[in-house]
């Protein structure tokens, strides 16, 4: 069974792909790292995000390696700069 | 009693100061974050944040608790800004009180040191020639490539940080 995880792109990469979220599916057990090879074999614009980014999974920091579950929110984190 | 929050209202930092100090404190120390006119010779006209408004508060609050414990007491508040800013505005104010001075300058220094590492905001300069940037930031520990195993238990020195001076504040 396919899952489908929910991404989303912020300030920078926002800019890069042209979207803020989309819906992806994937196979079940897949990780992010795969969300993001998904993501960057569809092409341009989506090839333009790093390889390895940072992202958050439901809202905390997670590795690459961090197997998913439907419905995850998973936000493409480009460098903070708050302050 | 701990205050974290991250929104769009203009703030005002006597307001924050207010909301930290007891009878047993003989030191509050305030920080105050503002835009500023210039980044890297260029001039700024102005300033917007952006942020994952559900996830910010949430890291602004464990920020405030991390600091907390080491100010001893948990009269601290701290307050970020979003979206779009004049020179001069308040992005961030940072406000602490303790028995003593030493454990408020570390708190406070402590807060805004952990927003640049990991809060997930961004801000985008906009200068004074009409262009806009996306200021170069810190890549937040405990995420990316995997690490090996034994070094995702440290605290994570050493992952991420090609800080860039982006024009602002502090």
């Given amino acids: ?83 | 009693m701990i205050h974290a929050a991250v929104g769009p209202e203009p703030i005002d930092p006597a307001q924050v100061l207010s909301r930290v100090g007891s009878a047993e404190d003989g030191a509050a120390v305030l920080f105050v974050g503002v835009v500023r006119d210039h980044a890297d010779g260029r001039s700024v006209s102005g300033m917007r944040y952006d942020t994952y408004h559900e996830m910010a508060e949430d890291v602004l609050r464990e920020i405030a608790h991390e600091a907390a414990a080491r100010l001893g007491t948990d009269r601290l508040a701290v307050v970020h800004r979003t979206g779009e800013l004049d020179i001069g505005e308040v992005s961030v104010a940072i406000a602490v009180s303790s028995p003593h001075r030493a454990e408020s300058f570390d708190a406070s220094r402590y807060v805004i040191e952990e927003i640049k590492k990991r809060l997930p905001v961004w801000k985008q300069e906009h200068y004074a020639d009409g262009r806009v940037e996306w200021v170069p930031g810190t890549v937040p520990p405990g995420t990316g490539a995997p690490m090996d195993p034994s070094a995702r238990e440290r605290p994570v020195a050493g992952r991420g940080s090609h800080t860039a001076g982006g024009g602002q504040v502090a």
């Fill in chain 1, 1 to 83: 069974m396919p899952i489908s995880v929910n991404a989303l792109f912020f300030a920078a990469y926002r800019d890069l792909v042209g979207h803020s979220g989309l819906a992806v599916e994937l196979r079940e057990g897949a990780t992010v790292g795969d969300l993001v090879s998904e993501l960057r074999e569809r092409g341009a614009p989506f090839d333009r995000l790093p390889a390895e980014p940072a992202v958050a999974v439901n809202r905390t920091y997670a590795f690459l390696d961090e197997p998913l579950s439907a419905d995850d929110e998973v936000a493409f984190i480009p460098p903070v700069a708050g302050g």
